[in-house]
């Protein structure tokens, strides 16, 4: 008897071990021509084996980080698409702007669209929705749902904290045209707008939008509000030129958050992104607004963050290390 319990002991401990390494085999190859699909998949430990335009990718969207094998599949608006059936994928993510493209992306794989802008208006909604469709792709909606309540428990310590430093201000988010005189400006219909709200904040920009939340305006649109900060991304190169343009414009000097030096340049995020760029822009948002010409305090540091809530590890890198490296993006 207890030879044959040991036998069928053994027996279940090997048909275990070859199901779960064949479980692990198993793990779907998703190749991604969406950024944000992207980079929620890899949120969820599963890293897509190929994106568009790779190295931008990995200055825009840092976090989680892409492996080195990670294929490139070119222009988004042109995926390479004989590349993209060499690799020989399970599946495939694909933009909504990419729709008319489906049945070609058929042809290699099943193929799933990332609808993080539709009809509703409410992005902020979409990239938690892209998250757990990316989680039952690859079979991982618990950690899916787990990385959801990490993130709400990020925002909920960090406007906690932002209110304890008596931050009100304000704040226009911006990306500073290279002509020197215009400036893409987040608002209604962006989740930027919704992030900031999380954070206890309100949003300067109030007037119309694009699609896609955003609204190109003349510099002295952002006097409009006097007593808000101007936090503009720092796009490389393409910021140096529209900060060389602006340096002799009494237009942006004349600016009131230029003249009291609440006019900040923070490290770059993908505003378009899933739920990682969200937490991106969260930790830079709440970085800068607790500057000392914010708030009159000290810099919100991630430390406090950490002490405030017990989640969210993944999701909650150095805020300060963000802003020394001033990714380009």
Not at 174 to 188: D, F, I, K, S, T
Request: hydrophobic share 45%.
């Amino acid at each position: 008897m207890t030879n044959r319990r040991g036998f069928c002991l053994g027996l279940g401990t090997g048909l275990a071990l070859a199901l779960s390494g064949r479980a692990r085999a198993a793990a779907p190859r998703i190749a991604c021509t969406d950024w944000a699909a992207a980079e929620s998949l890899a949120l969820l430990d599963t890293m897509p084996i190929a994106v568009p335009e790779l190295d931008v990718y990995r200055l825009w969207l840092p976090d989680p980080a892409l492996p080195a094998g990670t294929a490139d599949l070119g222009a988004r608006t042109e995926p390479n698409l004989e590349v993209l059936s060499t690799l020989k994928p399970d599946r495939i993510f694909i933009s909504s702007w990419q729709a008319g493209m489906l049945p070609l992306f058929r042809r290699i794989a099943h193929t799933d669209i990332a609808k993080l802008f539709d009809a509703r208006g409410d992005p902020y909604t979409g990239m938690r929705e892209l998250l757990l469709q990316a989680g039952r792709a690859c079979g991982r909606e618990p950690l899916a749902r787990s990385r959801l309540s990490d993130f709400d428990a990020q925002l909920d310590a960090r406007r906690g904290l932002l209110a304890a430093a008596g931050v009100h201000r304000p704040v226009y988010v911006a990306v500073l045209h290279e002509n020197g005189a215009q400036a893409y400006v987040y608002g209604r219909g962006s989740w930027v707008d919704t992030v900031i709200g999380k954070l206890g904040l309100r949003n300067a920009w109030t007037a119309a939008t694009t699609f896609y939340g955003n609204s190109l305006v003349g510099i002295p649109a952002l006097a409009a509000d006097a007593e808000a900060a101007i936090l503009y991304l720092d796009q490389g190169a393409r910021t140096q030129r529209a900060l060389a343009s602006l340096r002799d414009s009494t237009l942006w000097r004349g600016l009131p958050a230029v003249a009291a030096g609440r006019a900040i340049m923070i490290p770059s995020f993908y505003a378009l992104g899933g739920l990682p760029s969200a937490a991106r822009c969260a930790r830079l948002l709440a970085a800068a607004m607790t500057d000392g010409n914010m708030a009159g305090g000290e810099t919100l540091t991630d430390a406090e963050v950490r002490r405030a809530t017990s989640g969210g590890a993944r999701l909650d890198r150095t805020a300060a290390a963000d802003i020394r490296t001033g990714v380009d993006g």
